[in-house]
Each structure stands twice: as C-alpha cells, then as structure tokens.
C-alpha cells in the first residue's frame, strides 16, 4: 500500500502514541504561528521601517552630491546627518570590497538589504555583521565611496526573536507538564498489563485498580476474569478428585475381591483391566491438578532436567541429557518444580513407549527456559499435530499402541503446565533422531 511507511513508522506503544498525538499539534501550532509571525513582522514591518530610512538616505545622498567636492557634501550634509543619527564619511574602496554580509540567523536583515539594494541601486555593500547595533552602508557617489552608519532599530525590531524564544520556551515547558501528566496516566495501565502478563504465566500478583473510568473498568473486569478462572480451575479439580476418591473404593473393593479368588487367566486379565483403571484415575487426578498444585520457587531448570533424566534412567529408559550450547548451570528461574517434573516425566516417558532411544535437552535464554525431548519413534504427522495435544486423544496410526496403554493425557498435561508458565507445547520432528520432538517452551 501507498501509506504503509506511514503505519510502519508510528510509534507501537501507547505512551509512544499519546506522545506523538500530544506534539505533533503543539509543533503545527508553533510553526504556523512561527511563519505568520516572519512573514508580517519580519517582512512586512521590516519593509516599511526601511522604506522610512531610505528617504532619509536619499536626501543626505542628495546633499552630499550636490556640492562640489567630498569635504563641502560632508559639511553641507552634517546638520541633516546628525539629526537623523546617521554617520558619514568616505573611505577608500579596498576598505568596503563589494558584497552583502549579515548573520545566518538574522531573518530580518533579508528584508533590510533587499529593500535597500531595490531603492538605492547606488550602494555597493551592505554590512550587518560588524556592528550588531549598526547598519553600513557603502555608496558610490561622484566624489567617492561614501561609508553610511545608523542604528538598526530604526530599519528593524531591536529584539524581533523574543517571541519565537518565548513561543518555544512555553511549548517546551508545556510539553513537559504535559509528558508529566501522560505518564501518570498509563501508570494504571501499565500496571494492569504486568498483572494481566502475570496471571498468563501462573502467578496471581496483587493487583488494585485505579487511574481513569475506563482503566478502572477494565481493571475491574481484569479481576472478575482472573476470580472466575480460578474458581474454574478449584471446581474442576475438587469434581475430578471427588470422582476419584469414589471410584477408588469400588476398585478397592474389586482389587481384595480378586486377591481372594483363584489366580486363573481370566482372574488375572481382570487384575489388570483395575490396575489400567486405578492409572487412568492416576492420570485424570493430575490432568486436574495442572499446574496449580505448587507454587513459583527458585528453580535450577539445567538440575531440574538432569535429575528428570538420571530417574528416568533408573526407571529402565534410554535417555540421553544435553544442555544447549550457552547454558550453565546455577541460573535460578521462577517454574513450579514438581508442575515441570510431572511434564517432562509424561514426555520422557511417551518417548521410551513409542522409541528405543529418548534425548532430553535444557536451554535457559533470557526469555525464555526451553526443555526438548526427542525419540527415535515414528513421530506424529504434522496434520495431526494439533490434535495430539487435546485430551483423550488417541493417534492410533500415528503411534504405536502395542508398546503400552494410555488415556491420552500425556501430552494434554504437559499443554496445561506450559500453558500455566505463560508458555506452550510445540511438536515437531527431531533432526537427529527421527521421531517426534516435543519442546516445552516457558516464559520467564
């Protein structure tokens, strides 16, 4: 599109974009009124106040040249001179070499000389540069070059720039008072986006709203949503405890029922099918708990991972722990421990059903802690990718269902910790091993 520079270049924050709608009409304003105040009193007044002084020049001039050599036009000329301030003297031309001079800054003295060179095409220079006060004039008469002096007020305004100053200076101190009040405005705002951030990553800051109407609104929705997912989250998990704390005691029941029976195929078949059952509760109890079973402490997420690794070794898999290149160990990161250790046991474990070999790798980056654990299984397609991470799911052409049993929660709880660190779950393919790559990315 035509305008999107435009769009690109604008400011992303909202203290960035309320600053830009703040100066840009005090700028506009202040150079409308800049050019409007130089084009009437720089141009304009400056003409007319020369114009004044041009006929006085021309009838000292005319003084002077009407006599019959330098001495008598200056004598003949010295009352007329006086009276008016102007100074006359002649001097040689090497002294005055042609040619206009005044400061960069000086507006009105463009004005000054182009009236002056327009009306008295006589002059040969212009000086506004050696003497502040004064204007100098070099004239070609008939008797030589004559050296005029007089002071600038009376071609200019002694002081023409006080109102720019002051424009500027009060722009500037309003800008300020301005920026001041800004600030004090976004703080709420500010404050509610840390708590909102916060909550995203698992942890319930204290949060009180305050500032405008509208941000004390949102605050107050803030909280509500905040109350309402909490309490969510406390329901779900006493209902799914509630269930299985009540279906535990029927298998209890089943489980001294079978122990007392003959040990035949059928029995045994039996003792498994409630073993399977007494694990899928297991499974449902955590999937419940989620991430909120233990709070943020200082965690070692590189001892974290290795002791994840050595336990999991000892529990007969094949797992081979790396740490990414950058990584030390001894960076503390606020996680949930047992949250991680319960994702990337489910993770580690998956691994060992569906491969031979499992690699699980530790990253810590300033933004983020990132835990990857690859196989050497068949991996999971990318189209169905997605669905893996639901509940429940069973990918049965994906995945080889002989290597163990499985409610489909794994994955599904290892969503549901990252999702409470502020992070996610990503599946992808390992380079290395060509199985399925699960990387538990968390937000710091």
């Not at 991430?291 to 965690?299: G, I, K, N, R, Y």
């Not at 489910?346 to 654990?373: D, E, I, Q």
């Amino acid at each position: 599109m035509t305008f999107d520079w435009i769009k690109n270049s604008m400011p992303r924050s909202l203290y960035g974009r309320a600053a830009l709608i703040l100066i840009l009409p005090i700028v506009v304003l202040l150079l409308v009124v800049s050019i409007v105040f130089i084009q009437r009193h720089f141009d304009e007044v400056t003409r007319q106040m020369t114009d004044g002084v041009v006929l006085e020049l021309e009838l000292v001039l005319d003084q002077v040249t009407r006599e019959p050599d330098a001495a008598a036009g200056l004598a003949a000329a010295a009352e007329t001179a006086g009276a008016l301030a102007i100074r006359l003297a002649f001097t040689d031309s090497a002294a005055m070499p042609p040619g206009n001079r005044r400061y960069f800054y000086d507006l009105s003295g463009l004005s000054v000389i182009d009236t002056l060179r327009a009306e008295i095409p006589a002059i040969r220079r212009i000086d506004l540069a050696e003497n502040d006060d004064l204007v100098i004039l070099g004239v070609e008469t008939r008797h030589g070059l004559l050296r005029i002096a007089f002071p600038r007020d009376r071609v200019s305004a002694s002081n023409p720039h006080q109102l720019l100053v002051l424009m500027v200076f009060t722009g500037l101190l309003m800008t300020l008072i301005a920026f001041l009040f800004l600030r004090n405005q976004l703080r709420p705002i500010r404050r509610l986006a840390r708590a909102a951030e916060a909550f995203g990553k698992g942890r319930s800051v204290p949060y009180k709203p305050s500032g405008a109407v509208e941000v004390r609104s949102a605050g107050n929705a803030f909280l509500d949503m905040r109350a309402r997912l909490e309490r969510q989250i406390e329901q779900r998990t006493l209902m799914l405890s509630g269930v299985s704390h009540d279906l535990r005691t029927p298998l209890t029941r089943m489980k001294l029922g079978l122990s007392f029976l003959e040990q035949t195929p059928d029995v045994e078949a039996l003792s498994r099918d409630v073993q399977d059952m007494e694990k899928m509760l297991d499974e449902f109890l955590v999937f419940a708990r989620g991430a909120s079973e233990d709070a943020l402490e200082p965690t070692d997420p590189v001892r974290l991972a290795k002791t994840a690794a050595e336990d999991a070794r000892r529990a007969g898999l094949d797992v081979e722990f790396r740490r990414a290149p950058g990584t030390e160990d001894g960076e503390i990161v606020p996680l949930r421990p047992m949250a991680i250790r319960r994702a990337l046991d489910n993770l580690m474990s998956n691994a060992g059903r569906y491969g031979a070999t499992c690699r699980l790798t530790v990253a810590v980056t300033p933004s983020a802690v990132r835990f990857s654990v690859e196989d050497d299984g068949p991996g999971i397609p990318p189209e169905s990718r997605e669905a893996a991470l639901r509940p429940f799911a069973r990918l049965e052409a994906a995945r080889n269902q002989n290597r163990g049993t499985g409610v489909g929660l794994g994955l599904a709880i290892a969503t549901d910790i990252a999702r409470g660190h502020g992070g996610q779950l990503r599946l992808g393919e390992s380079a290395d091993l060509g199985g399925l790559k699960a990387e538990l990315v968390l937000a710091r």
